[in-house]
């Protein structure tokens, strides 16, 4: 039986970035996940169609983490302006690094980048143990400790488990903690585009009665990767499209922004769900990312709520491990879970009513749509505040927010 202070279910982005965070703490820690990654990374490799928007809060943590110039050696695209509007009305707003003095907003980053670094930089710790091929086969929390039996009937002991294990978290599922979920109503169709214009580093959103479309700039000056989030008929209409049928109605979707579009890729459909789980937290167990919470791809904000769940939750078992305290029980982990909940409550709820807003071609809900968005647009001190939303810069646990770190361009 080996013996670690915390087991980690889950090798994705989240899970690693909790075990690399925790490095130099004293405490030993396994992270265990099925699917290791392939490796090493290509560039000669296909843009993946799993991508993320990173913001500054994110790269900050990364930053802290060590990982950033390996992400950036591999693949990262920086966005330096995010454009937004309706199509069927004169609503518009648009956000520039160069407003606020800002070499960037933020990257768009393939998935795979992210947790290939992450991994590698995991696998060179010494306080980290990654078992891999491995599952979980049995929890059971007792007073003091957890006790893991993996798939080969290895066990292991922790004082803390964390699910970093995805939307459909076994470990959630088998902690028996309820969740609230919702059907969005909406399926995302996502493919890498090239475009007849340069993106010129700029995300775009546009709204139509029907669906959003989000181009999201790759490191290719002509290629994006779009989300496309559509009721589940038009999806599966469009994917069936062939090719130069749905070409055109790319474009046309995008307003001809970007001129014409071709596809350079498979086009993939995923189904929209909204989760959030009744507790974040129990005795010996914390929840983290999309185990604990999924939104809307509205905004590419779930990777970035996940990666401040795990700066509070680094700062919280750093705090307590320092104070003597036992970072395994619950009643040490409500800060964390009070926090993250708020956090995560917020997020779903802006991006249901923005949604929600953006929908359907009522002349009253276009009219206050549109002077919503020149309003935000005009007014003195709202875009700052809607752009430090984007950026992470409002979520940002105290420690995070005051660590000076060089955040490289």
Same mark, same amino acid.
């Given at each position: 039986?080996?013996?670690?202070?915390?087991?980690?279910?889950?090798?994705?982005?989240?899970?690693?970035?909790?075990?690399?965070?925790?490095?130099?703490?004293?405490?030993?820690?396994?992270?265990?996940?099925?699917?290791?990654?392939?490796?090493? /990374?290509?560039?000669?490799?296909? $843009?993946?169609?799993?991508?993320?928007?990173?913001?500054?809060?994110?790269?900050?943590?990364?930053?802290?983490?060590?990982?950033?110039?390996?992400?950036?050696?591999?693949?990262?695209? !920086?966005?330096?302006?995010?454009?937004?509007?309706?199509?069927?009305?004169?609503?518009?707003?648009? /956000?520039?690094?160069?407003?606020?003095?800002?070499?960037?907003?933020?990257?768009?980053?393939?998935?795979?980048?992210?947790?290939?670094? #992450?991994?590698?930089?995991?696998?060179?710790?010494?306080?980290?143990?990654?078992?891999?091929?491995?599952?979980?086969? &049995?929890?059971?929390?007792?007073?003091?400790?957890?006790?893991?039996?993996?798939?080969?009937?290895?066990?292991?002991?922790?004082?803390?488990?964390?699910?970093?294990?995805?939307?459909?978290?076994?470990?959630?599922?088998?902690?028996?903690?309820?969740?609230?979920?919702?059907?969005?109503?909406?399926?995302?169709?996502?493919?890498?585009?090239?475009?007849?214009?340069?993106?010129?580093?700029?995300?775009?959103? !546009?709204?139509?009665?029907?669906?959003?479309?989000?181009?999201?700039?790759?490191?290719?000056?002509?290629?994006?990767?779009?989300?496309?989030?559509?009721?589940?008929?038009?999806?599966?209409?469009?994917?069936?499209?062939?090719?130069?049928?749905?070409? &055109?109605?790319?474009?046309?979707?995008?307003?001809?922004?970007?001129?014409?579009? =071709?596809?350079?890729?498979?086009?993939?459909?995923? !189904?929209?769900?909204?989760?959030?789980?009744?507790?974040?937290?129990?005795?010996?167990?914390?929840?983290? +990312?999309?185990?604990?919470?999924?939104?809307?791809?509205? !905004?590419? =904000?779930?990777?970035?709520?996940?990666?401040?769940?795990?700066?509070?939750?680094?700062?919280?078992?750093?705090?307590?491990?320092?104070?003597?305290?036992?970072?395994?029980? $619950?009643?040490? #982990?409500?800060?964390?879970?009070?926090?993250? &909940?708020?956090?995560?409550?917020?997020?779903?709820?802006?991006?249901?009513? /923005?949604?929600?807003?953006?929908?359907?071609?009522?002349?009253?809900?276009?009219?206050?749509?549109?002077?919503?968005?020149?309003?935000?647009?005009?007014?003195? +001190?709202? &875009?700052?505040?809607?752009?430090?939303?984007?950026?992470?810069?409002?979520?940002?646990?105290?420690?995070?927010?005051?660590?000076?770190?060089?955040?490289?361009?």
């Amino acid at each position: 039986m080996q013996s670690f202070d915390v087991v980690i279910a889950g090798g994705g982005m989240v899970g690693l970035a909790l075990a690399c965070g925790l490095e130099g703490s004293g405490l030993r820690v396994a992270v265990i996940e099925n699917y290791p990654p392939k490796m090493p /990374f290509s560039v000669s490799e296909p $843009y993946s169609l799993r991508v993320s928007a990173i913001n500054a809060a994110s790269e900050k943590l990364l930053t802290h983490l060590g990982v950033w110039s390996a992400i950036k050696s591999m693949r990262a695209s !920086a966005y330096n302006g995010m454009e937004v509007w309706d199509n069927a009305s004169f609503g518009r707003i648009s /956000f520039s690094a160069k407003e606020r003095n800002l070499t960037h907003l933020g990257h768009i980053i393939e998935n795979n980048v992210v947790r290939d670094a #992450l991994w590698q930089k995991a696998s060179e710790l010494r306080d980290v143990t990654l078992l891999s091929p491995a599952t979980i086969k &049995k929890v059971v929390w007792g007073e003091n400790d957890v006790f893991v039996t993996l798939d080969d009937e290895n066990m292991l002991t922790a004082r803390l488990i964390v699910g970093a294990d995805g939307a459909n978290s076994w470990l959630r599922n088998h902690a028996d903690i309820p969740l609230t979920f919702w059907d969005y109503e909406h399926t995302a169709l996502v493919a890498t585009i090239r475009t007849e214009f340069p993106h010129d580093g700029i995300a775009r959103q !546009a709204f139509n009665g029907e669906g959003i479309l989000a181009f999201l700039p790759l490191s290719d000056p002509h290629l994006c990767s779009i989300v496309w989030s559509q009721p589940a008929t038009e999806a599966a209409r469009r994917q069936a499209l062939d090719k130069a049928s749905f070409e &055109k109605e790319l474009a046309v979707a995008l307003d001809m922004s970007l001129g014409l579009c =071709q596809l350079e890729s498979d086009r993939l459909t995923i !189904a929209l769900t909204g989760r959030y789980a009744r507790q974040f937290a129990a005795q010996r167990l914390a929840l983290l +990312g999309d185990a604990a919470h999924t939104i809307h791809p509205l !905004a590419g =904000q779930g990777v970035n709520l996940g990666f401040m769940d795990v700066a509070m939750l680094l700062g919280e078992i750093k705090r307590l491990h320092r104070e003597g305290k036992d970072f395994g029980q $619950y009643l040490y #982990l409500r800060d964390f879970e009070r926090s993250r &909940k708020h956090s995560a409550a917020v997020m779903l709820a802006g991006m249901q009513g /923005f949604r929600e807003l953006f929908e359907g071609n009522n002349p009253a809900k276009k009219l206050l749509r549109d002077i919503g968005l020149v309003l935000a647009d005009s007014l003195p +001190g709202v &875009k700052p505040q809607l752009l430090n939303h984007a950026m992470g810069l409002l979520d940002m646990p105290k420690w995070l927010e005051q660590l000076q770190v060089e955040v490289t361009n």
